[in-house]
């Protein structure tokens, strides 16, 4: 006779004597459900993964001109009637936002693993700027789109400025996050501002800086995504 734990049909763990095969019998569908929804987490988890990888690399090796048409041109083409209507004009700005958001996320995430694990930042704050940027501008979107048509939303401006400030600063930190982490991640040791202050107001002069900063994006992950920029074709074509 064995004493073992198991499941009954109310749910609750006892113990009880049966013998073995008793009890196996018992906790066999138990094991199994629990397998299968590990298996189940493990495989939606993988999958997660993967489209966020594949999304990473997408952003990544994009060329300056492929992310300006993605991010502006697009928007631009939707929004380029004069009186277009609500649904269509919020849809130009989740592009914005979600293309805009998405690059920075990328190569801030991506840039800052490749930081010496002694100096590196930790990446919360910046998480935390860009997903309070992405809830913001939408709803700023719909807020000002009220406003315009005279609703009671236009006697509530005040209350919006305290959340626009916050957004210029979670704007700024995700530009501070990036250009520092660039410049960590190249010469491999800590910064100051003096040291990525050229990168950082390239990034806040988006898009005009998006031409200087795409092309050293490309080279930086070039041997992770197992391509050759442009500046390396030549090399690798043999010379006679």
Known sequence: MLWRPYWNDGHTLEVCSKGHEEVEDLALPLGNGIWLGMRAVRKHRVAIESAAMKSMKFFLKLKAWQLFLLNFGLPAGLLWPKDIPFVLGLFATLVIVAVL????????????????????????????????????????????????????????????????????????????????????????????????????????????????IQPRVNRMFENELGYASPAKWKEQVPRE
């Open 101 to 212: 958001i998405g690059w920075l996320w990328t190569v801030g995430t991506q840039l800052n693993k490749k930081v010496p694990e002694k100096i590196r930042m930790k990446s919360g704050l910046f998480r935390f700027s860009l997903i309070y940027i992405s809830i913001y501008i939408p709803c700023g979107f719909v807020f000002f789109a009220l406003t315009e048509t005279g609703s009671p939303a236009s006697s509530t401006v005040a209350i919006i400025l305290p959340f626009q400030f916050f957004a210029m600063f979670c704007w700024f930190y995700g530009c501070y996050f990036v250009s520092k982490n660039f410049a960590m991640a190249e010469r491999k040791q800590e910064t100051i501002f003096p040291d990525f202050a050229r990168l950082f107001f390239l990034l806040l002069l988006y898009p005009m800086g998006l031409w200087s």
